[in-house]
């Protein structure tokens, strides 16, 4: 099996983990699980990981030199990749726009301009902003950090040594310093941590790909100090440990829990055979997150609110809710798919 069918099958496991479990229990509540919602949360390092190790294989395919060897090789990586990203979210914003201008006067928003609405939709950095309704925007904090980190990442690689990053000896100095700037005061305070956080774990799957780490006592004995490091914060300094919190905006213990669940997921990894990734891949009903992973992403805002409506209107189960808004969710975004393989051309 080819490597690059491998990354494919851990992008579309976590996309299937965000959609279908993570937003599941913050936003239905599914089985109860909500007030553990919050040890749940370690899918966005994961999901910038998996970009970095993406783009150093991206790197490693350019065999006759640099990926990017110049500005103009730099400014057309720019244009290609943050295209994929931006057409099919200008598609679901614009979705979005008439949706939230046909149904505001039953939210009680009569008020809103729709001209304000356009506007908010259409930058990625607000993605709709306060002019929602249900869960139509509630996932896309993650556009605006993810465009910056897909420009940050050939810049920032260049950094990493050739022997990559084991996870042991990222995670502390990584955890010390997101630490310090959680405690400055600049403008955008916010979103800065955000997107350093977020460099920081693609710059570690970039490592991962150049070495990848498959000891399994270094994976198991680093997820044990992450987690004894959480229980000493909480029991002998009476650090509050609300992870959602700590993710929003991220800050050094949201590292330290990322690196206990990260450590576990490598470990994980060691002991799966390629037969049930081969498997998994070749599953009908896996397919849509395989292949259109990104767009399911996207239009789960719609199919949960679909599914929100419908919930309102009918005496179904919240669980059964939820399976309908995961169907509507693989069902809507692989409808929209085609726009994730427009192609701006050099």
Do not use: C
Not at 113 to 138: H, V
Not at 155 to 166: I, M
């Amino acid at each position: 099996m080819a490597r690059d069918q491998s990354l494919d099958v851990a992008r579309g496991a976590i996309m299937l983990y965000i959609v279908g479990l993570i937003h599941g229990v913050w936003w239905f509540n599914i089985f109860g699980l909500q007030r553990y919602g919050d040890l749940l949360l370690f899918e966005m390092p994961a999901v910038f990981a998996i970009s970095g190790f993406g783009y150093r294989l991206f790197e490693a395919s350019k065999k006759g030199g640099p990926a990017i060897a110049g500005p103009v090789d730099y400014f057309w990586f720019l244009a290609t990749r943050i295209s994929r990203i931006l057409i099919p979210y200008f598609a679901y914003a614009i979705a979005a726009v008439a949706i939230v201008i046909a149904f505001k006067g039953q939210f009680h928003h009569e008020g809103w301009d729709p001209k304000a609405i356009a506007l908010a939709w259409l930058d990625p950095s607000l993605a709709g902003g306060p002019f929602t309704i249900y869960y139509l925007n509630s996932h896309l904090w993650f556009i605006a950090p993810f465009l910056a980190v897909t420009a940050l990442l050939p810049l920032a690689a260049r950094l990493v040594p050739k022997a990559g990053l084991p996870l042991w000896a990222f995670a502390p100095p990584f955890a010390i310093a997101m630490t310090f700037l959680s405690r400055q005061h600049l403008p955008s305070q916010g979103m800065v941590q955000t997107i350093v956080f977020y460099l920081g774990w693609a710059l570690f799957g970039y490592g991962l790909a150049l070495k990848p780490q498959r000891s399994s006592r270094v994976l198991a004995v680093t997820a044990a100090v992450a987690i004894a490091t959480l229980v000493v914060l909480r029991s002998g300094f009476g650090i509050t440990q609300n992870m959602y919190n700590a993710k929003f905006p991220p800050n050094g213990l949201f590292v330290v829990f990322s690196t206990a669940w990260m450590s576990s997921i490598l470990l994980l990894l060691t002991r799966i055979p390629r037969s049930f990734v081969d498997d998994l891949a070749a599953k009908g009903w896996f397919l849509p997150f395989l292949k259109n992973g990104y767009s399911v992403y996207l239009w789960q805002g719609v199919a949960y609110s679909l599914a929100s409506i419908l919930r309102d209107h009918t005496p179904l189960s919240i669980n059964i809710d939820w399976a309908i808004a995961l169907v509507l969710s693989a069902a809507i975004g692989s409808l929209a798919s085609p726009l994730e393989r427009v192609r701006i051309r050099r």
